[in-house]
């Protein structure tokens, strides 16, 4: 299968290259979205040091469903007024949540979580699922990994 190289304490930089190098990688010329979905799942689950979960919510009739990840099990449905991953769906925006605790209607999946960001992945300027990620250490999240998640959300809006 595909190896990596690069050492989780490199720069941010350099790791989602080389993160997105492999996502293109893995997902070129599959047409599989689920697939395609739970190796990159995997992906930022083996590359991006202290998570608690990492995975995909699908946009299926009007809410978000869970699809692949990462952690715990999680919450099966959610609507698009509730939690970060609801406001990501709803407003197309990236959520950075340096404090889950201090973001209006957060839903705790896993007590551990004290940060979270949440890309939506869009496909013709639509919302069809969006990339969450979760850290048991708070304000783990910055603007450079929303830019990093932010190319990774482009690379996958027709391959998922
Ligand atoms: N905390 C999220 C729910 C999903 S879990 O983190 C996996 C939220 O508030 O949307």
Known sequence: MYAFNIAADAPKAELYAELLNSADALT?????GIANM?????????FLP???WAGFYRMVDGELVLGP????????????DKGVCGAAARTGATQLA???HAFPGHIACDADSRSELVVPVKRDGVVVAVIDLDSPVPAR???EDADGLEMLAKLLSTRI
């Open 50 to 52: 202290d998570l608690n």
């Open 98 to 100: 340096e404090d889950v």
């Open 69 to 80: 990840f990462q952690g715990k099990a999680a919450c099966i449905r959610i609507p698009l």
């Open 28 to 32: 070129a010329g599959e047409l599989d």
């Open 38 to 46: 739970a190796n990159i799942a995997a992906l930022l689950w083996q």
């Open 141 to 143: 999240f910055d603007a």
